[in-house]
């Protein structure tokens, strides 16, 4: 599918980095290009249409932090028959290279970046983009046929996109997350599962022990993943991981923390594989790869307490991992930020032995009372920062004092990234102490 977009009128919806990219690549493409954004976020080079409804577009492209769901605007856009696409479709259209996407609820960045790395380390012309902060319509100009186009993608970017096709694609595992975007889980899933084409030449990968990947798609042409023995697949035989029979990496040579990255770990070799990859670039490649930060990220001690930075766990089933790998026993867990629609009985009827828990930020009260219905002692604070300086002042040998929010960062800070980094900062550098309310 082609689109002429010389002299048509086009509304690029929302001004964040990808909305900022669409309108460069537009305007490079001829296209009377204006913008709109519900937070009043400006393009600096183009017209900002403070009432979008009140003019006619050709086309309409929509950023992937546009909330779809009772969105008026879009609504209207989509009854009066404009077209509307995503900035992920906008930008597949101009492509010329393999596409190898990427979705899941949590791992998504990790395995990205790890595929990145593996093909790079190939010596293959390599492009990461998408959701890892680099929008794919800000690079896809430069592809050609070569070209491995290493994208992650979210369900926002997928919510809207029709047009959209990965050559090779890997669902990691889903979980209930971005319920405040979705009706519901059911629907979560159907966004998710649009990044499988059912185009015949299309490869897949899927993680063979979530119970909500596992039949996304029954086909030949699936490649799974697993800890477990399969009779073909990734998985984990004699404390390595092989591929079929090749024995790919030994998982003591795996650089990276927890029991999610060796998932992590086996999703890149299956897409690495798929691409033919040899295994010892493979290996290669994993061994000397830097986890991206605030993902489990283990930031070292204070007084004899062992710290970890997993900020960018703003769901659940994310938290319950990270309490998997780093162990119960011990643990300072702190909770807290803007919820996503979840309620958190999931952490706590599991009858854990943590240490405490800290609750804080707007859905931090919500916390604590979930966490006392379950016979815990869970402490209270406003914001984060309140709660890292006492988790940093009373910290002592044996703990292990882990940030897993399990919810958005949005209530305190601009992304999940800052919320991170606020967090080393306090713990590993601020003196003053603070008291607790509850």
Known sequence: MKINFRGKKVLVYGMGVSGQSASKLLHEEGACVSVYDDENRFGAFFPFE????????????????????????????????????SELDLAYLFNKGKIIGITGTNGKTTVTSLVGEIFKKAGRETFVCGNIGLPFSSIVKNSTKVSNIVCEVSNLQLELSSIFQADICAVLNLAPDHLDRHESFDEYVRVKKKIISGKRKQRVVLNYDDKNTRNLIISKNVLYFSKNMLKKGIFIKNNAIYHNKTKIISLLDIPLFG?????????????????????????????????????LEYLGEINGAIVFDDSKATNIASTLGAIESVGERGLVLLLGGQNKDFEFDEIFDKGYSFETVLCFGACGQEIFDCAVKYGYSPKFFVTMKEAVRYARDNAKEGQKILLSPSCASFDEFDNYAVRGQVFKEIILGETEKIEFQG
Not at 53 to 80: A, E, Q, R, T
Not at 271 to 289: D, G, T
């Open 50 to 85: 403070s009432s979008p409804m009140s003019k006619k577009y050709d086309i309409v492209v929509v950023s992937p932090g546009v909330k779809v769901l009772g969105n008026k605007i879009l609504s209207y856009f989509i009854l009066s028959k404009t077209k509307v696409i």
């Open 259 to 295: 029991e999610k990255n060796i998932e992590n770990v086996m999703a890149a070799v299956a897409l690495a594989v798929i691409n033919k990859v040899k295994p010892n670039v493979i290996k290669e490649a994993i061994m000397s790869f830097k986890a991206p930060a605030h993902r």
